[in-house]
């Protein structure tokens, strides 16, 4: 049974998220590419952690091979320490003279979430290759499943991945919308499950 992370589960979850996030379009979008690239991609693993881990969101699989972050969006007020990651994620993984870029960009993407109302936001997951076609991925999906039951609430996310989106649909997410930055060939699939 999937169990939530607490900061002693860090090092562990951004192993997992950083293999993962290896091949993920819309993370490669937003981290620097230089020869630094699979540090800045663990950088932001860590932002993701420390983000989820404030929210009470970061969940692991029982053999430790999967990690989701989902979280109550709209519940919580962006902190200080807040603030200071995403200070540190600028200056660590994205470069500073791309951080407007993906400011505006995921201030496009909030602008298409149902931001006024409380809801379930998926943000990652991830399955580290040894996890691949184990039990971890259907573990964390029922985990986030349950959640989303049990607090009558549905569970939003975007996705870059298309296979990703093929197996959202199969277990109940609707595409609201899509959009596609033609520039850099990424598309993003905005999917919901309603409780």
């Known amino acids: 049974m999937a169990f939530q992370a607490t900061i002693k ?20 979008w937003v981290v620097k590419q230089d020869k ?3 540090k800045r991609i663990e ?5 993701a952690f420390d983000t989820g881990v404030r929210r009470n969101g970061v969940y692991i699989s029982s053999d430790k091979t999967g990690v989701a972050i989902c979280y109550e969006y ?38 298409n979430r149902d931001a006024d109302n409380h809801f379930l936001y998926f943000w990652f997951f991830g399955v ?4 691949k076609g184990k ?14 039951d049990s607090k009558k609430l549905p569970i939003y996310l975007e996705t870059s991945v298309n296979k990703n989106q093929n197996v959202y649909q199969r277990y ?15 598309k993003l699939w905005f999917m919901k499950k309603s409780v």
């Open 9 to 28: 589960d860090k090092k562990l979850a951004v192993k997992i998220l950083t293999e993962s996030f290896q091949s993920n379009p819309s993370v490669l």
């Open 36 to 38: 630094k690239i699979n």
């Open 43 to 47: 950088e932001l693993s860590k932002y």
């Open 74 to 111: 709209n519940i919580k007020k962006e902190s200080l320490a807040d603030y200071w990651s995403q200070a540190k994620l600028a200056f660590r993984c994205i470069g500073l003279n791309r951080v407007v870029k993906v400011l505006k960009r995921e201030a496009y993407i909030k602008k």
């Open 128 to 131: 580290s290759n040894k996890g």
């Open 135 to 148: 039990n971890a991925a259907k573990e964390l999906k029922d985990h986030i499943f349950k959640l989303s």
């Open 172 to 186: 109940g997410f609707e595409t609201y919308y899509t959009w596609e930055d033609y520039g850099k060939d990424v």
